[in-house]
């Protein structure tokens, strides 16, 4: 039952940093086409400010689970391409 339990936390983990993601997508989208240079920043300021909840949220996904879980099943792909999206700011920028 412990183990249920866990799983469904898990889950529900996965799925808030998913839409954390995505919020973050979202924000370096706009943060691109946007004139106005303060706009601009705050925009990549809540995108780094997500990132930085993803990447906590990530690490309490992996604290969580089971060590023979993650022996058994192959890494999950990734849902962040930011590689792709972050082509049009400085290097800087890019590892936020």
Same mark, same amino acid.
């Given at each position: 039952? !412990?183990?249920?339990?866990? !799983?469904?936390?898990? @889950?529900?983990?996965? !799925?808030?940093?998913?839409?954390?993601? !995505?919020?973050?997508?979202?924000?370096?989208?706009?943060?691109?086409?946007?004139?106005?240079?303060?706009?601009?920043?705050?925009?990549?300021?809540?995108?780094?400010?997500?990132?930085?909840?993803?990447?906590?949220?990530?690490?309490?996904?992996? @604290?969580?689970? *089971? %060590?023979?879980?993650?022996?058994?099943?192959?890494? %999950?792909?990734?849902?962040?391409?930011?590689?792709?999206?972050?082509?049009?700011? %400085? *290097?800087?920028?890019?590892?936020?």
């Amino acid at each position: 039952m !412990q183990y249920k339990k866990n !799983q469904m936390s898990v @889950g529900l983990m996965i !799925q808030r940093c998913h839409r954390w993601r !995505q919020k973050r997508k979202q924000y370096l989208d706009q943060a691109r086409i946007t004139a106005d240079v303060i706009e601009r920043e705050r925009l990549l300021q809540l995108a780094e400010h997500y990132g930085r909840i993803v990447s906590d949220e990530q690490g309490k996904i992996d @604290g969580v689970r *089971d %060590p023979r879980e993650k022996a058994s099943t192959p890494a %999950p792909e990734s849902c962040e391409n930011d590689d792709d999206d972050d082509n049009g700011f %400085p *290097d800087f920028i890019k590892q936020l």
